[in-house]
């Protein structure tokens, strides 16, 4: 089953009252404003949020309200991820939302003016199980200087040269300085699957993010390895990805 990354982000003063966050510019899915619209992935697999002093967060869709805004419980209180731990992960019995509605996220926070908030969401169109087979493992590296807060695609530098052939990604790992998540990008696919991201090799990666537990997130020829899109906090200019791979043919 595929499953996409989309994102919400912004410096804002809530109160300490839940309050709308606005959506990241995005390319492969429509957004406006604070809205998301839900593609034909309408299905929320997995979601994550995180803020310095953030206190409660929210996701809401007309087919959540028919029942009840979804509530996020667990919280990662860091500018960047620091427990990956809380990334809610729902791939096995995803929620139901409806394509074409528009889903939004919403946040309080407990500072004293205006500080960054950060949502993200995978979307997903059935329960993904883990897969199995010989996976292996191999680093790959990227310059471009990321813009703070915002999507910043780039090339991947792979570390080894992969023999010829067709290969499934299965999991994946992100490393930069102020690195909150990432996202791949395959040719001619329309999704973009994605993880929580790190600033340290030492970081937790979130239940299921490595070695097939989210399923196949896309497939590669040697020649035409994907790219990645970053979100990061800061300018960071050297990227560090792991990708986790299943050579199919």
């Not at 493992?137 to 310059?143: E, I, S």
């Not at 090339?155 to 690195?179: C, D, E, I, M």
């Amino acid at each position: 089953m595929p499953h996409t990354l989309v994102g919400w982000s912004e410096s804002q003063d809530t109160s300490a009252v839940l309050t709308l966050v606005a959506a990241l510019a995005d390319q492969h899915v429509t957004v406006s404003g604070d809205d998301v619209t839900v593609p034909e992935l309408a299905q929320l697999g997995g979601y994550y949020a995180l803020g310095a002093t953030i206190t409660l967060a929210q996701l809401s869709s007309p087919h959540l309200r028919r029942i009840s805004l979804l509530d996020i419980g667990a919280l990662d209180l860091g500018a960047e991820p620091l427990t990956t731990q809380n990334f809610h992960n729902r791939f096995t019995n995803p929620l139901p939302l409806e394509a074409g509605e528009k889903l939004n996220a919403l946040v309080a926070e407990a500072a004293a003016g205006a500080e960054q908030e950060t949502v993200l969401a995978w979307l997903c169109d059935g329960a993904i199980a883990p897969v199995t087979g010989e996976i292996f493992t191999v680093r790959c590296t990227n310059t471009t200087t990321l813009a703070a807060y915002a999507w910043t695609n780039g090339a991947l530098t792979f570390s080894q040269t992969l023999p010829v052939g067709s290969y499934n990604v299965v999991g994946a790992r992100g490393v930069s300085a102020g690195l909150i998540a990432f996202r791949l990008v395959f040719t001619g696919y329309p999704w973009r699957p994605g993880g929580v991201g790190h600033d340290a090799v030492g970081d937790l990666d979130p239940p299921g993010q490595r070695y097939g537990g989210w399923g196949v997130w896309g497939t590669f020829k040697d020649n035409a390895p994907p790219t990645v899109d970053f979100l990061s906090i800061s300018a960071d200019t050297s990227q560090v990805v792991f990708l986790d791979l299943i050579k199919v043919g």
